[in-house]
């Protein structure tokens, strides 16, 4: 049953960030709901759940959606790992770290994805890629980390503290 729960997850994941974000905002960016699930999984369940998320939620975007296969793939990958050198540092019950990991991370992802197309040839400038690409996506993605927060919170066993 929750092998099931989870393929309904990924699903319903791929069709907010494939069909409906773009029907919300007519823009040139959108938020990334993808990223924040694989941030958001590696700091409530650690590395390797999010290195198994990272890699089907990196590969799910590059291939359905992207046309560019890596550009979101190995981003997803690095922001694991560095991800989760600070795991042990954070306190999982408070909203407002998530909002502000998850912010930080899509900016670390903005900074490898500017890395690998101005690498692999493409005549992008680097504060107006920043600028107009990935600021405004980080205070959504924040957002939805703070919403997924929550929604990750609710599915949490809770221990009874024993005073």
């Keep these: 049953m929750r092998y099931i ?6 699903c319903g994941l791929y069709f907010i960030q494939a069909q409906l974000l773009p029907a919300i905002f007519h823009t040139s ?7 924040t699930a694989v941030i958001l999984v ?4 650690g590395r390797k759940t999010g ?3 990272a890699v089907i939620g990196g590969s799910i975007h590059d291939i359905l959606i992207s046309n560019f296969f890596g550009l979101h793939l190995f981003p997803y990958i690095i922001v694991v790992y560095l991800l989760s ?3 042990s540092h954070v306190y999982e019950e408070r909203w407002y770290w998530s909002c502000a990991i998850v912010g930080i ?12 197309i101005s690498s692999s040839g493409g005549d992008i400038i680097f504060f107006s890629y920043i600028g107009h690409m990935v600021m405004p996506t980080v205070f959504w993605n924040a957002v939805l980390g703070g919403i997924g927060h929550i929604l990750m919170g609710l599915t949490e066993e809770k221990e009874d503290y024993i005073w």
């Design 5 to 10: 729960a989870l393929v309904m997850l990924c």
């Design 29 to 35: 960016w959108l938020p990334n709901c993808i990223l």
């Design 42 to 45: 590696t700091i409530f369940k």
């Design 51 to 53: 290195l198994i998320a």
């Design 85 to 87: 050198f600070v795991k």
């Design 105 to 116: 991370c899509t900016l670390i992802d903005g900074i490898v994805r500017y890395v690998m």
